[in-house]
């Protein structure tokens, strides 16, 4: 062995978000003047750099590098204990390679988003609501979630009521809100509630959202009840109001007397009354015409230069599952989840794609208009995240974006794709473990492309109303 190393300290504590440097002391122990090459291994390796990143020593000298970690305030970082290693390669002498290993302790984080899937619901009996929970700290989160509104209007059936929710994961909290009081009749009725996140030692998270109570019967119902009511009551009144005068012409009859008696009357038969002709009925006549059948939509094409509801598509991976945009824009990006379809909850799975010349694309959030899908390998934001172009759409129509902004195509049969950064090279990966649960979602990500195609690595593009 020609090195002798020593880490001061072997052990260190660093917050995400934040720096930590530890010193690497090395001597040449050998007989001959070298040069050594530094190269950081391990789980924490990507957060690691080395200065300088080659040391040449003389025969029995020594000297030192620093080593800095920046972890990123991101799931990715976990808290906890963390190994990690420098491989030391000597040039002259590259059999002599040695690793010296250390630890780095990450402290952990809170970070919690909720939003209300739709925030207005309506209903006449009941809302049905979805509460979506991320989890973008680095640490387990559990949490218990209740409901409240002013002058307890409404009764909340919360489930689950408590959950637990991994780092970088998501989950779904299904919500039925009933009104104490039905509205037979009347004017809608727009009642304001608030769903809380609550954890132990931590201020609750509220979200606010809104339930539109609709009357049992339509107002022009109540309308006509009136109205046929008021008629019924006018019809009664004149009824007995109107009283006609009857007089009679009828005088009393004096008889005569007479000598002889009366003759007998000849008793006749009455004609038989004819036998009445039956009614003809007029033949029903009408006709039913059948309204033509909606011709199909046409497909999008994502290469041209058409409006952007032309342009619609989704984003479904090889798991059958649907690329899906973050809630509210955060302030260091916000992450983009895959989970099945659900056409109520997940409006937000739609995106507009611009080709340009080089046969670079880039993808515009449609629910963010000028916003495109970036991977940004700064430990400050989201790797992976959505971000505003400087002049919205018109810098997509003109191709102004940055190679981190730009994704290449690469077939890879049936109508599957690699999307590919053109940056890093890192394929956009779908990091939800099958089976799903379908009161959770997993995370996107851009990841180093796989040798072999994966379904995590392959996404088709479909034209929005297919």
């Known amino acids: 062995m020609s090195i002798w190393t020593s880490l001061e300290p072997a052990s260190t504590t660093v917050d995400p978000g934040s720096t930590a440097t530890v010193r690497l002391r090395l001597r040449n122990t050998g007989d001959v003047v070298d040069e050594y090459r530094f190269t950081p291994v391990g789980p924490v390796a990507p957060w ?32 906890g204990p963390n190994p990690y290693a420098v491989q030391i390669i000597p040039t002259e002498h590259p059999e002599a390679t040695t690793v010296p290993e250390g630890n780095l302790t990450l402290t952990p984080f809170t970070q919690i988003q909720a939003e209300l899937v739709p925030p207005t619901c309506r209903g006449r009996f ?11 700290g680095n640490t387990k989160l559990t ?24 780092p970088g994961r998501a989950a779904f909290v299904r919500a039925h ?35 539109i109570q609709r009357g049992v019967l339509p107002r022009w119902l109540a309308t006509l009840l009136s109205l046929a009511t008021a008629l019924a009551v006018t019809c009664i009144a004149l009824w007995f109001a109107y009283a006609p005068a ?21 008793l006749s038969s009455a004609p038989a009354p004819a036998a009445a002709a039956p009614p003809q009925q007029a033949p029903a006549g009408g006709g039913s015409r059948s309204a033509p059948s909606p011709s199909a939509p046409s497909n999008p094409n994502a290469a041209s230069n058409q409006s952007a509801d032309d342009r619609q598509v989704t984003l ?27 056409s109520q909850a997940w409006s937000n799975t739609y995106y507009s794609v611009f080709r340009y010349p080089d046969d670079s694309i880039g993808i515009e959030v449609l629910r963010r208009p000028g916003s495109v899908i970036e991977e940004q ?11 505003q172009l400087t002049n919205g759409v018109q810098d997509l129509k003109n191709g102004k974006l940055s190679s981190a902004q730009r994704w290449n195509l690469v077939p890879v049969g049936n109508g599957y794709f690699q999307i590919v950064n053109q940056k890093t090279g890192d394929c956009l990966t779908d990091q939800t473990t099958l089976p799903v649960n379908p009161d959770a979602a997993g995370f996107a990500a851009a990841r180093p492309c796989a040798s072999g195609v994966t379904d995590q690595q392959r996404w088709m593009f479909t034209p929005a109303g297919n």
């Not at 040391?55 to 990715?76: K, N």
């Not at 949490?143 to 991994?166: F, K, M, T, W």
């Not at 390998?377 to 971000?387: G, K, M």
Request: glycine letters at 8%; hydrophobic letters at 30%; zero cysteines.
């Open 316 to 342: 479904e991976s090889g798991q059958n599952l649907y690329l899906l945009t973050g809630r509210e824009p955060m302030s260091n990006g916000s992450p983009f989840l895959t989970a099945p379809w659900d």
């Open 48 to 79: 690691t750099t080395v200065e300088p990143p080659t040391l040449r020593l003389y025969p029995g000298t020594t000297g030192t590098v620093q080593l800095t970690f920046a972890p990123p305030r991101t799931p990715d970082a976990t808290a």
């Open 246 to 266: 009857v007089h009679s012409n009828a005088t009393e009859l004096i008889p005569e007397a007479a000598s002889s008696p009366l003759p007998t009357p000849t």
């Open 126 to 136: 009941r809302g049905r609501p979805k509460l979506a929970i991320d989890n973008l």
């Open 377 to 387: 390998p700064d430990p400050n934001v989201q790797p992976l995240h959505d971000i």
């Open 143 to 166: 949490a218990s979630i209740g409901g409240r509104d002013n002058g307890d209007q409404l009764s909340y059936d919360i489930h689950p009521g408590n959950v637990q929710i991994e």
């Open 177 to 211: 809100l009933r009104p104490r009081q039905i509205t037979w009749f009347g004017q809608k009725q727009t009642r304001p509630f608030t769903l809380a996140v609550r954890r132990s030692g931590h201020t609750p998270v509220d979200v606010d959202g809104i339930y």
